[in-house]
């Protein structure tokens, strides 16, 4: 009898001994680290950056063309502020056909250096710039554009994605490692700055690549299994649990934006447009029920005035659910998800979409899933179910 009740409740306890170890303090773990690189290759088509043609048939012409595209990224991530640069798609281009630029830069900037009322607050500004000019010189209409999109604004609150620290613990689970808040926070460490240490400036990036795989493997303990951790993402068990913790967030956060866009086009006609909107959204995620349960929640109001949009003055607004139940057995995860838009500009002025999925791994080549989904406001009704076995 005494046996019986003590199996009884070690089958009880077990959901709560997976789920017993907090890493709640992880959620909000950050990492400063810095990272840039410049990129400069041609831009003519196949990295060419001069191209000279001689064409003898039918008649003696001559073309030559040089252009060069130039690529600059930079970040900077400190625990109060990041900064964000980038000019992808940046180009120059010169010949005998005529002259080409296209000059492009993002920018991303927010500060946490102050607090309101004990909780965190920031200010922010973002944005994209474009500059382009075509000048052929075939005789061709001249073409000029400039298109600035700046947000500005502030906020109370702060998100942090926990997908990583998630990730972290399923492969400690599926090496059988205990995944204690010291490994999972020595391993989280080393995540973060992954894209500062595969991107520094190297003659020879493999030996980046073997130096964060020999020292992930060091900080899970598993430094006679690099090889195992480096190809853990062809185990069909591990990906399907990973796929749970896939946009994982926590905390919260509301805030209020300024978007002004200024586009300027002048070739045969000349085009300038404005357009305002005032962003008013939040988000709000979290894990309830030993984090068995995640509810995220995010929506804004942007009403916005277009002085060429029809009509004159819109509004939009969005409300998004993402619900999820993480079973005790790793094998075994739901979701469900709702979606409610409003914009007065679209043909389809409100849209409520929802969908729900269990699923199940039977077996590492036997995936299974049902669910429903209701799609453009009660228009379609769908119940699901399949997966996919593999038999030999």
């Not at 030559?64 to 900077?76: E, K, R, S, T, V």
């Not at 400190?78 to 992808?88: F, K, P, V, Y």
């Amino acid at each position: 009898m005494k046996k019986t009740i003590i199996v009884v409740l070690l089958i009880l306890s077990l959901p709560i001994a997976l789920f017993a170890i907090s890493y709640q303090s992880l959620y909000t773990l950050d990492v400063p680290y810095t990272y840039q690189n410049l990129y400069v290759s041609g831009s003519l088509g196949g990295n060419d950056a001069l191209n000279i043609t001689i064409d003898t048939s039918p008649t003696v012409t001559f073309a030559a063309n040089a252009g060069l595209d130039g690529n600059y990224y930079f970040i900077n991530h400190t625990e109060d502020a990041e900064l964000e640069l980038s000019s992808a798609g940046t180009y120059a281009e010169l010949g005998s056909t005529g002259i080409f630029l296209n000059a492009l830069a993002t920018g991303d900037y927010k500060n946490y250096g102050f607090t309101l009322s004990s909780y965190p607050a920031y200010y922010e500004g973002s944005g994209t710039a474009r500059v382009f000019l075509s000048l052929p010189f075939s005789g061709a209409g001249a073409t000029f554009i400039f298109d600035l999109r700046p947000n500005v604004g502030v906020g109370i609150g702060k998100m942090n994605d926990i997908s990583t620290i998630k990730r972290i613990i399923n492969i400690a689970n599926h090496y059988g490692i205990t995944p204690t808040s010291e490994l999972v926070e020595n391993v989280a460490k080393i995540e973060y700055e992954r894209v500062a240490k595969l991107n520094a400036y190297s003659n020879d990036e493999s030996e980046l690549w073997i130096a964060y795989r020999k020292e992930l493997a060091h900080a899970y303990t598993l430094d006679d299994k690099v090889l195992d951790l480096i190809y853990v993402g062809a185990s069909q068990e591990y990906v399907f649990e990973q796929a749970r913790w896939t946009n994982l967030k926590y905390g919260w956060s509301a805030y209020a934006q300024m978007r002004p866009t200024f586009f300027f086009e002048t070739g045969t006609t000349s085009t300038f447009r404005f357009t305002l909107g005032l962003a008013l959204g939040g988000q709000y995620a979290t894990l309830l029920s030993d984090e068995t349960i995640y509810l995220g929640v995010d929506g804004e109001i942007v009403p916005t005035i277009d002085s060429l949009g029809t009509p004159f003055f819109k509004f939009l607004a969005n409300v998004g659910l993402d619900a999820r139940y993480f079973f005790a057995n790793p094998r075994m995860w739901a979701a469900s998800t709702v979606d409610i838009a409003i914009d007065t500009s679209a043909v389809t002025t409100f849209d409520f979409d929802v969908t729900a999925t269990f699923n199940y791994l039977v077996a590492p080549n036997f995936t299974t899933y049902g669910g429903v989904e209701i799609l453009n406001t009660f228009d379609r009704l769908s119940i699901l179910a399949g997966g996919e076995i593999r038999l030999f």
